[in-house]
């Protein structure tokens, strides 16, 4: 946990100084290798997650809200899924998405485009995200199951918040046009914060009154909120992430761009203590709930005589998020990037290790469409579904292995077509 503590020469003073000389050079925003590895990760982690879905053997998580949070697996690789890819994936998307939004926008200004503009660009790349949800991914969908189905996947909620984070945005540039909003700056900081705050608080009164009425929810609420699977006029539904729900990392994000975007070393001491100031809200709301102390911070319900151990700590309500999981995958997320920065200013370089997390950061729509697609065709190809620790090691690296070519080469090709090309929003 050095990286959390009084470490100054995690990243100097000089070095920050210099990026900003280049970066006001140039009239840019420097672009931070450490959210591209960070976000690489996070890509390279869930692939472990979906390709383990097709290799037909049973696993064990607990991430929804209707299961206790009484860890009852017993096989180490369920649980290593669990803490490092269900507690963490998810949450540092949104959170990373919120960051490049934040340094998009500010990017796009920086060169000479209107609001106006930014804002539009964002809303199209939010529609285009939703579309994708419905063509490419529902396609894979339906010859990837048995049974048709409609699943209201992760880009959706994507697509929603992208949009809902320009709207938030293009109300920050005009608030800032205001006498009152030049001369509280801090705005920037308070709105976001204000507005994820109160869809947690929200969210978790709504989730309350659901519980106590012991009744169906309403339709309004499942999609505004709970998410689930039901059965509409014959036709499955499957509604997995919902916007609003996942919207408090969004605005979480925009906060931290904008830390980030100060471009010094205080900004990033600052950085080190808020994630240590998360994760020492997890731990501490996560053991006054365990202990029964209250029930506010998560949406599963104790159960009596059920057996709660340290490995409960990592049995969070996911769909929909809770204000506990949202704290340990910011906190983690947020630490990544630290140790990503301290490694990059160490070395003066990206180790040549990393580059592939760095390839599959830059292209992270286009990874999570393909990697679909691949990891379902290699399970098709082998001749035994896999379900030893070993196997699913080796079809795991094997799909990435095939990923970085098609990356590397997809990132290449959309640098050369134009910001607002189709090409450079995947």
């Not at 383990?52 to 697996?73: F, I, L, Q, T």
């Not at 920050?172 to 869809?199: F, N, V």
């Not at 499957?238 to 010094?264: E, H, Q, T, Y």
């Amino acid at each position: 946990m050095n990286i959390l503590q009084e470490n100054q020469s995690a990243i100097s003073q000089a070095s920050f100084l210099n990026e900003e000389t280049k970066s006001r050079a140039s009239g840019k925003a420097t672009r931070f290798s450490a959210l591209d590895i960070q976000r690489g990760m996070i890509m390279m982690m869930m692939a472990f997650s979906h390709g383990r879905e097709y290799m037909g053997a049973d696993s064990y998580s607990n991430y929804h809200m209707d299961a206790s949070p009484a860890w009852k697996g017993d096989f180490w690789v369920d649980f290593f899924q669990q803490v490092g890819v269900s507690s963490i994936v998810a949450g540092g998307f949104f959170m990373m998405m919120g960051i490049g939004i934040y340094f998009l926008w500010h990017s796009r200004l920086k060169e000479g485009y209107h609001a106006n503009e930014v804002w539009r660009y964002l809303l199209t790349r939010g529609a285009v995200m939703v579309t994708v949800q419905f063509t490419i991914m529902a396609f894979f969908e339906t010859i990837s199951s048995e049974h048709f189905y409609l699943y209201v996947g992760v880009l959706y909620a994507l697509g929603i918040c992208m949009m809902l984070a320009a709207c938030c945005l293009r109300l920050l540039e005009a608030i800032k046009q205001t006498a009152w909003g030049r001369a509280h700056s801090a705005i920037d900081y308070w709105l976001p914060l204000m507005i994820g705050a109160g869809i947690i608080i929200i969210n978790q009164l709504l989730v309350f009154q659901t519980q106590a009425s012991d009744i169906s929810p309403t339709l309004g609420k499942i999609l505004l909120l709970l998410g689930g699977g039901y059965n509409i006029h014959g036709i499955h539904v499957d509604f997995d992430f919902m916007p609003l729900p996942w919207f408090p990392a969004v605005a979480f994000g925009l906060i931290i761009g904008k830390i980030i975007s100060r471009r010094d070393a205080r900004s990033i001491k600052l950085l080190q203590w808020i994630a240590l100031a998360l994760l020492a809200s997890w731990f501490l709301l996560k053991t006054a709930y365990l202990q029964g102390i209250f029930s506010w911070g998560d949406y599963k319900l104790l159960v009596p005589g059920e057996h709660l151990d340290w490995r409960s700590y990592f049995c969070s309500s996911k769909y929909p998020p809770s204000l506990s999981y949202f704290l340990f995958a910011w906190g983690i997320n947020l630490t990544g990037i630290l140790l990503w920065l301290k490694l990059e200013n160490r070395i003066g370089h990206i180790p040549f290790v990393l580059q592939p997390l760095k390839t599959f950061g830059q292209c992270a729509l286009f990874f999570f469409i393909c990697h679909w697609y691949l990891y379902y065709i290699i399970s098709i190809l082998l001749p035994a579904k896999l379900s030893s620790a070993g196997g699913l090691l080796g079809f795991w690296l094997i799909g990435l292995m095939l990923m970085y070519p098609a990356c590397y080469f997809y990132r290449n090709f959309k640098m050369t077509k134009s910001k607002e090309s189709l090409w450079r929003m995947f």
